[in-house]
């Protein structure tokens, strides 16, 4: 492979690759790499920070003070916290790269926001021990999640008082996508799912036969006395679910800006091989299509990809409080997403403010500066306390710096800087650092 | 004209199309008294009901036995409500005509989570809706296409509120005009402006223009605001800072329709009543500052204040001398030309409770639609679901 489309190639499998490893894979083909990564063992990088013992006794929930109830909350909180830094953390080392970016994108396309240690960690596993896998064994075993189930209420779901909210998410945002269902789809097929609920303490799925509506409902001109698993493959079954999720991953893998010639292309595929989906991730990035001028360097990084690519590069690994607040300050925080729908991603990470920030960090980080944060006083109580002021430790000289000028731009931009900006950047050719440094504050490092 | 004359003015012409739009000078809209709106966001739910008293209530001193106001200390607005004793200033603001009260306002399905609730109230959707764009970002995209000014809707506190957040405009955030200035005129930042030409990839395009955007904004903001030194005396309290900021702008002819402060605390699960009470005089006291400060430069006739919460709290108290996360709540108006004054309609009525919470009568966003048509005077169509309707204190 060439070495611009091997850069390409693990900025979207992964979180970027450095000259030196980038010039040893030379000889291989894509197919060989991408099979490489997709034969990682299904229980890879599971996280196992919170076990069932780490959680607060329930036993004596109702004895407890407020004081002592809030105190609970924030320990629990805290947890999260610790299981967001632990995955940033891995995101940055782990060798199975292509597992965990595609976790990462059903992080966001599940986006569940629950604020308990141990379900948290649970859905995450379940995103990344399917990940590959066909998607309904994934949306299944999603979908009776503890997570899921407490944060589309669906425990609440009962036949006296069928509640809509996971029925209604289940086919707008997990499968088939707005315009291909209606309102009374969504009435019956609630209907479908009373009786899903789970055990709190072991936090287990449970079907409850007695608050299951057993009666027969119409969905999607189908009739019948239909189980949750019953809508679920209904909803397979329509080729819009796999149109509505090849867009979703040609988005986040591929571009921004969807071709659809080749949507349908993919989708065609992903439904005729049951939604392999790891099929589907070999299928688009052994295509020729893939390493078209046109698909590099066209998204804009995610706060998560800026940071994990950058601490790639840099041989950095941020701490705690430092990844926590570059999350929340380029507004993507793991575990945190804004609401059932994901991160809307794109130039929706770009404002005045994001734009300054990420312009200016990666300098900052490099000469081991000072960063103050500014945070809104709106919920004091989920500001994670941290400091305001963190001092950073820098980078030691990265291998980087002993290669040529045009290597470290190639490694460097995946989107082509204009002639006037390479000028720019040739202007200080003799100085690897301060061309590093150029490079890295420019608004094209932004892309990926 | 001759054929040469034809090909030297349609170079020209089309010289002038290829400028890109952020190098263009500011176009404003139409100026005559530049109106504004000054939303002030009060995160974490404020229990409207020990805000605005209904002090003549039973029901009202029974689900609060011990954080209840006693109806003495009220400060009595008619028969039925009173505010909270502290907020003597937002009395004089009633009693001048300038405040409007709207109880009961809020949405169908209510939801109970800060961030979902802030979320419908900045983005105007439906409580089953995902929208990424907020109801002001919306207005920046759909009523001033040709100027891409992100000082037209300006946050006093970074970061960037959704609210302000439109798909292809968004506002600016600024917490001090003079760093954010600063910030832009670094060495590396004022290299990336003389770069930003067009590039072919669009995203990179975005990301020049934004660099530019940001620039000019800033450059402007600081410069403008820096004309004038606003000495009328302030409460020192956060709020305060923020509107103190925001009354200097407009007084120094600053054109920004829309300014967004914020004030954080209000999630009052545990003892209330001096938590509450400490916000509330801010709230009322720096409120209060604000609109004398405008008055007395005779600035106060383009402005227009609107204060709101995301959801409001639970009728009945909590075990612990707090209240729980409720749903409709009361909004206030400030403005110098109400069409109506006072409260704008009922008390909530506490013996028809869904669930023990207030049933909503008034549909946020129906608020929304009478400050874009009424005040800013746009066709508020595209920005916010108009069946909703508009309502008449305006």
Known sequence: MKL??????????????????????????????????????????QLTLVTLNDLPNKDNNDTLSPVEKRDQRKLLRDQVKELNTLWMKQLIQSPNFLLEKTTLFWHGHFACRVEHPYMAQQLNNIQRTYAFAPFKDLLMAVSQSPAMLQFLNNRQNKKAHPNENFARELMELFTIGKGNYTEQDI???????????FDNNVFEFRFNQKTHDVDSKTFMHQTGSFTGEDIIDILLQKKETARFLCRKMYAFFVNEKVDETILEELTTFYYANQYDTGKLLRKIFTSDWFYSDGNMGTNIKSPVDFIVGFSKTFDIIPSDELLLKLQKSMDQILFYPPNVAGWPGGKDWIDSTTLMFRLKIPSTLLNGGKITFVEKDNMPEDNFNLPDTIQTSGSATPALLHHSTEEIIEALLRAEPSPDNRRMLLAVAGEPRQLVLKIVSMPEYQLY | MNRRDFIKSSSLASMAFMVPDFLKPFQFMAPEGYRNIVIIQLSGANDGLNTVIPFSNDLYYKARKNIAIPQNNVLRLTDQAGF????????ELYDEG??????????????RSHFRSMDIW???????????????GRYLDSSCEECNNPYLALDLSEPLSLALKGSSKKGIAVNNPKQLYNQTREPFFQELNKHAEEHANENVSYLYKTVAETSASAKYIYETSKT???????????????????????????????????????DTHVNQLNRQENLLTELSESVTAFVRNLKSVDQFNDTAVLIFSEFGRRVEQNASGGTDHGTANNVFVIAPSLKKQGLYN??????????????YTVDFRSIYNTLLNNWLQVESGLIVNKNLGKLAFL
């Open chain 1, 187 to 197: 009435k019956e097929s609630a209907r479908a799912f009373t009786g899903w609920t």
């Open chain 1, 4 to 45: 611009k489309h091997i850069y390409h190639l693990y900025s979207r499998i992964g979180f970027g690759i450095t000259i030196d490893e980038a010039r040893q894979l030379e000889s291989k083909s894509a197919e060989q790499l991408i099979n490489d990564q997709l034969k990682t063992n299904a229980t890879a990088g």
């Open chain 2, 84 to 91: 909270h004793p502290v907020m003597q200033g937002f009395k």
């Open chain 2, 98 to 111: 300038l405040l409007s009260i709207i109880n009961n306002v809020g949405y169908p399905e209510p939801n």
């Open chain 2, 228 to 266: 004038y030194t606003n000495v009328f005396p302030y409460p020192n309290h956060k709020l305060a800072k923020q509107l103190q900021q925001v009354a200097t702008f407009i007084a120094s002819g600053l054109k920004t329709r829309v300014y967004y402060a914020s004030m954080g605390g209000f």
């Open chain 2, 122 to 136: 900045e983005t105007a959707s439906g409580a089953n809706e995902y929208l990424n764009t907020g109801w002001i």
């Open chain 2, 346 to 359: 009922n008390m909530p009525d506490l013996r028809n409770l869904d669930d023990g919470d207030l049933k």
